[in-house]
């Protein structure tokens, strides 16, 4: 999975003017050897909080691109972002989303998902969020928080400017999903993001994360 991701960002890459960027969190396998003969790699502490920060630290584009490993990008992504980016009041955004599971309450809970972002503009990590490096830098980048740091992110980034979602979708690995069943895995996001709005912290909300998986 993870060389057939990659070889997909390198084409990418090589049609756009970019970088890529990938960093690790102290696996133990041969991720970063694999890695390492697709991009540039950058070894931080676990938690993709502190891994996107190190990333952002150290690259030298104008716009950021933060991918889960397991989230492909759309054909045509990085030209749909600078389009979208030439807007001046927009800083950022995120993809729509499907799975790579296709049956029916997969595509239902993808749907509610997209519709939440396009309602609410809130959205998941997994959505592929971009963002000008000026406002990343603006808001101090991704709070060093071990969980929700997609939720927090995002009203630092309204309020340096718009934050919209795109009409492309990414496909997101459904792995996690299947693990502990669908149903059983959302409603406990939803319970977290329940606590954390009414004032968990991210350290506690993380133990309980680690429990379920």
């Known amino acids: 999975m993870l060389e057939a991701q990659l070889t997909s960002l390198v ?11 990938i960093v690790d969190g102290g696996s133990s396998d041969s991720t970063v050897a694999i890695a390492q003969r697709y991009g540039r790699v950058i070894c ?20 950021f691109i933060f991918l889960h ?43 509610t998902t997209n519709l939440r972002s ?18 990343f830098r603006a808001i101090n980048g991704y ?30 690995s459904a792995r996690r999903h299947q693990k502990t069943g669908l149903l059983r895995s959302v409603l406990f996001m939803w319970y977290l993001r329940m606590l954390y709005r009414f004032g968990m912290s991210p350290i506690r909300l993380q133990r309980m994360y680690s429990d379920i998986r």
């Open 11 to 21: 084409e990418q890459c090589t049609r756009s003017d970019c970088e890529l960027l």
């Open 44 to 63: 931080a502490p676990r938690g993709r909080a502190s891994q996107m920060n190190a990333g952002a630290a150290v690259a030298n584009g104008d716009i």
């Open 143 to 172: 709070p060093e928080q071990p969980l929700m740091e997609d939720l927090a992110i995002i009203p630092r980034l309204r309020s340096v400017g718009r934050f919209v979602p795109m009409p492309q979708y990414v496909i997101t």
């Open 69 to 111: 490993a397991d989230t492909r990008l759309p054909a045509h992504a990085l030209q749909a972002i600078e389009s979208v980016l030439k807007k001046p009041e927009v800083i950022g955004g995120a993809f729509r989303i499907k799975f790579d599971e296709t049956n029916l309450a997969y595509r239902v809970v993808a749907w």
């Open 118 to 135: 396009r309602l609410f503009h809130v959205f998941t990590g997994d959505q592929a969020y971009f963002m000008r490096a000026t406002s």
